[in-house]
C-alpha cells in the first residue's frame, strides 16, 4: 500500500508518499480500507521529532480516519466486511489501509458522507473525555474554549451549547470569531487585540479547554470560576510556566493535563462507546456537525501541515485517498 512515511524529522517536506508493506490486523482488530484521514496538531509534532508514537503503534501519521472495513482479524464480532466506519488511531491514518482495534470504531452516523466523517473521530473523542468526562460540565455552567476556531473548538463549542452551558470562545481573527458565532459562542473574545480574563469578567468560567498551555497557565487560573476546573490538552504555548497555588486554593479549582493517544485500548474503547452513545445522536439529529476546512489529497499532506501551521484554517484539514 501507499502511505505518508517521515525518514528524518523535519519540515513539511519530510512527509513523503511511499510504498510500504500492507498492514495485517491482529486479534481484536479490523483492517479499514481509509477513504480519508484528518490532520491533527499531533501529526505536526510528530513529524518535528517532538512526539513519538506510542509503543506498538503504527510509524506513520494520522489519528483519525474513515473508510470501509476490508477484513476483519480473530475475536471480532458485531462488525463485518463492507461496513462503513470511521475511527480513532494510535497512527497509521495517512495510508490506504490501517489496521484498528475494534473498539475504536465507530459506525457512520446518519447524513455524514464517509469522507467528511474523517473529520470527527479524534475531536469527539477528545471533547467528551476532557470537557465532560474529566471536567464535568454541567448545564448552566460556563465554558472557555481557547482556538475556538480550531477542530476541537468547533466541536467544544457546539457539544457546550448541546448541553446548555454558556460557551466563550477565544480566536484570532474576526472571520474565526464569526465561525465561533455561527457554531453558537454567547461570547467572542480576539486574543490579538483583548485579554480574555477582563473579558470574561466575574464570576468566572466553570470549565476552560484549553491548547495553549504554560503560556496561559497563570491567566486561566485567573480566569476560573470558584471550584472551576481548568483542562489542558495542548503545549503549543510552551511546557512550563508557575503556577500560583494560592490562587488555587482560594478558587478550590483544579489543573487537569490529559493526552488521549497514548491512552490504553480499553481506556479508548470506554471513550469511543461513550461518543457513540452522547455524540452520535446529536450529530445525527443537526445539533453538532464536523466543520472542515477543505480536503486535499492524501499526496499533498505537506500543504495540508504548512496550512495547519499556518492557523489559517476553521475546522478540521482532511486528507483523501
Known amino acids: 500500500m501507499r502511505a505518508i512515511t517521515i525518514a528524518e524529522p523535519g519540515g513539511p517536506e519530510a512527509l513523503v508518499l511511499a510504498?510500504?508493506?500492507?498492514?495485517v490486523p491482529a486479534e481484536g482488530e479490523v483492517l479499514v480500507e481509509v477513504a480519508a484521514s484528518a490532520v491533527?496538531?499531533?501529526d505536526v509534532l510528530q513529524r518535528q521529532g517532538h512526539y513519538e508514537p506510542p509503543p506498538g503503534a503504527s510509524r506513520y501519521p494520522g489519528l483519525e480516519c474513515s473508510g470501509r472495513i476490508a477484513a476483519i482479524g480473530p475475536g471480532v464480532t458485531g462488525w463485518s466486511v463492507g461496513d462503513e466506519v470511521c475511527a480513532l488511531l494510535s497512527g497509521g491514518g495517512y495510508a490506504e489501509q490501517v489496521a484498528v482495534?475494534?473498539?475504536q470504531l465507530l459506525p457512520l452516523p446518519e447524513g455524514v458522507d464517509l469522507?467528511?466523517?474523517a473529520a470527527l473521530p479524534e475531536v469527539a473523542a477528545t471533547v467528551w473525555s476532557n470537557v465532560f468526562q474529566v471536567a464535568h460540565l454541567r448545564p448552566g455552567d460556563t465554558l472557555l474554549v481557547h482556538g475556538g476556531s480550531s477542530g476541537i473548538g468547533t466541536m467544544a463549542i457546539q457539544l457546550g451549547k448541546a448541553i446548555g452551558a454558556t460557551v466563550v470562545a477565544t480566536a484570532g481573527s474576526a472571520q474565526k470569531l464569526a465561525a465561533c458565532r455561527d457554531l453558537g459562542a454567547d461570547v467572542l473574545i480576539n486574543y490579538r487585540e483583548q485579554d480574555f480574563v477582563e473579558e470574561l469578567g466575574?464570576?468566572?468560567a466553570d470549565v476552560i479547554l484549553d491548547v495553549v498551555g504554560a503560556a496561559y497557565l497563570a491567566r486561566n487560573i485567573d480566569a476560573l470560576a470558584v471550584n472551576?476546573?481548568?483542562?489542558v490538552i495542548g503545549m503549543q504555548g510552551g511546557t512550563k510556566a508557575e503556577l500560583n497555588l494560592g490562587k488555587l486554593l482560594a478558587k478550590r479549582a483544579a489543573?487537569?493535563?490529559t493526552s488521549l493517544r497514548a491512552r490504553p485500548p480499553e481506556e479508548k474503547t470506554a471513550i469511543i462507546a461513550a461518543v457513540r452513545e452522547h455524540v452520535?445522536?446529536?450529530i445525527e439529529a443537526g445539533t453538532v456537525r464536523p466543520i472542515v476546512d477543505r480536503a486535499l489529497p492524501l499526496a499533498s499532506a505537506a500543504d495540508a501541515h504548512r496550512l495547519m501551521e499556518s492557523s489559517e484554517h476553521i475546522g478540521k484539514i482532511l486528507l483523501t485517498l
Do not use: F
Open 19 to 23: 510504498d510500504v508493506p500492507d498492514p
Open 101 to 103: 482495534p475494534a473498539g
Open 228 to 231: 472551576g476546573r481548568l483542562v
Open 255 to 257: 489543573v487537569i493535563a
Open 202 to 204: 466575574r464570576p468566572g
Open 115 to 117: 469522507v467528511t466523517a
Open 40 to 42: 491533527n496538531r499531533a
Open 280 to 282: 452520535w445522536p446529536l
